[in-house]
Every structure is written in structure tokens, then in C-alpha cells.
T-cell receptor
Framework: QQQVKQSPQSLIVQKGGISIINCAYE??????FPWYQQFPGKGPALLIA?????SEKKEGRFTISFNKSAKQFSLHIMDSQPGDSATYFC??????????????FGQGTTLQVKP | DSGVTQTPKHLITATGQRVTLRCSPR?????VYWYQQSLDQGLQFLIQ???????AKGNILERFSAQQFPDLHSELNLSSLELGDSALYFC????????????FGPGTRLLVL
């Protein structure tokens, strides 16, 4: 019930293409879904986050799509650039994690954008 | 730069030893979170402190303990270290207690030999 499942484990995309990473959760009490980006040797950094009252949130080239009934959410990176090459983590938080800020992370997706 | 500092950056020690990892949150942040990142387990939540008090506990071993001091910095103590404790340990901070942006530090890489 506490798990967040993320796929794919790795992804290779050509420059200018669309990168799509998917996550699924089980606990319907989660109500905050952030995506974090991590570069080698650095800590994760928040990329974009969504709450279940909206189905989509867009910030620049990054979009989260949220499907509450399917308990799934995904990250779309439009016009992917080599600088986007990093590991991406989805996460969930909220009442499903004891109503604290505790984040339950997916396993991560390593994205490589080829020039 | 997230504004969260962690020391040391690297730590090499032997099995059975005890180490202390230190974290200074962003100015004004009251919550400190500790996460462990390993290849097989991914990013795992360990513990959260909010304004000096333990707020949430995750998959933290009994050999591990943490505290948050009055100046809001936090320490994670790892004792009776085992090879499997080798990992990256991240501290994150946030202004409050609930679902909001967590700012991660650069991490401490622990290697237990």
C-alpha cells in the first residue's frame, strides 16, 4: 500500500523527442505527487508537483498528467535536450504516508537524451 | 545550491563502527528529513523531525538514530555499521510539516569496509 511503482527503469530518447515516465500508486490517501530530478553526484531537486484536484500541470517543457481513477501519473518532457539527461524519481506523500511530509519514492528512471 | 548543507561529503569506515552525519537545513525551514539512497533499495525515507520533535519514522534500523537540535540542525547517528549500510544519505528540509517542496542537500556517501 505504501509503494510507488515507476517505469521504465531506463530511457533513451533523441534530442527533440518526448520522454515519458510513468508511475502508479496504490494508496488512495496520497494527495501530493512530486517529480524529482537528480544529476550524478547531486541531491534530488524538485522538478514539478501535482495534487489530485487537477488532471494536468505544465511548467515549461515538463508536464505531469494525473489519472486519479487509474491511480497513475506520468511525466512528459517535451523537446528533450541532452541537459535533461538525469535520473527522475516520482514520489507520493500525504495522508497515505501518515499525513506528514514523508515522501515515498519510485525506483527511478535514468534518462539519456542523445544529441 | 539548495541551501541545505551536509557534512562530511564522504565517509569511509569499518564494520562495527559508529558515525555521525550532520545536516544544516535552509534558513527558516523547520522540517528535516533523512533519506537513504542505495542501488537496490532506491530512495528510502528514514525519519523526519519538525521543530525539534520526531514527526515521522520510516524504514530506519534500530542501530540508527537521529535528533534535531534547537538551532534546527540535525544529526543522523549510525552505529554497529554493516557492509549493507554503505549508501548515500541525504538530508532534506522544508518550511513546514506537510506536503511541500523538500530541498535536498548534496548527500554524504558512506562506505563501510
Amino acid at each position: 500500500q505504501q509503494q510507488v511503482k515507476q517505469s521504465p527503469q531506463s530511457l533513451i530518447v533523441q534530442k527533440g523527442g518526448i520522454s515519458i515516465i510513468n508511475c502508479a500508486y496504490e494508496n488512495t490517501a496520497f494527495d501530493y505527487f512530486p517529480w524529482y530530478q537528480q544529476f550524478p553526484g547531486k541531491g534530488p531537486a524538485l522538478l514539478i508537483a501535482i495534487r489530485p484536484d487537477v488532471s494536468e500541470k505544465k511548467e515549461g517543457r515538463f508536464t505531469i498528467s494525473f489519472n486519479k481513477s487509474a491511480k497513475q501519473f506520468s511525466l512528459h518532457i517535451m523537446d528533450s535536450q541532452p541537459g535533461d539527461s538525469a535520473t527522475y524519481f516520482c514520489a507520493a506523500s500525504g495522508r497515505g504516508s501518515g499525513n506528514t511530509g514523508k515522501l515515498i519514492f519510485g525506483q527511478g528512471t535514468t534518462l539519456q537524451v542523445k544529441p | 545550491d539548495s541551501g541545505v548543507t551536509q557534512t562530511p561529503k564522504h565517509l569511509i569506515t569499518a564494520t562495527g563502527q559508529r558515525v555521525t552525519l550532520r545536516c544544516s537545513p535552509r534558513s527558516g525551514d523547520l522540517s528535516v528529513y533523512w533519506y537513504q539512497q542505495s542501488l537496490d533499495q532506491g530512495l528510502q525515507f528514514l525519519i523526519q523531525y519538525y521543530n525539534g520533535e520526531e514527526r515521522a519514522k520510516g524504514n530506519i534500523l534500530e542501530r540508527f538514530s537521529a535528533q534535531q537540535f534547537p538551532d534546527l540542525h540535525s544529526e543522523l547517528n549510525l552505529s554497529s555499521l554493516e557492509l549493507g549500510d554503505s549508501a548515500l544519505y541525504f538530508c532534506a528540509s522544508s518550511p513546514g510539516n506537510l506536503q511541500e517542496t523538500q530541498y535536498f542537500g548534496p548527500g554524504t556517501r558512506l562506505l563501510v569496509l
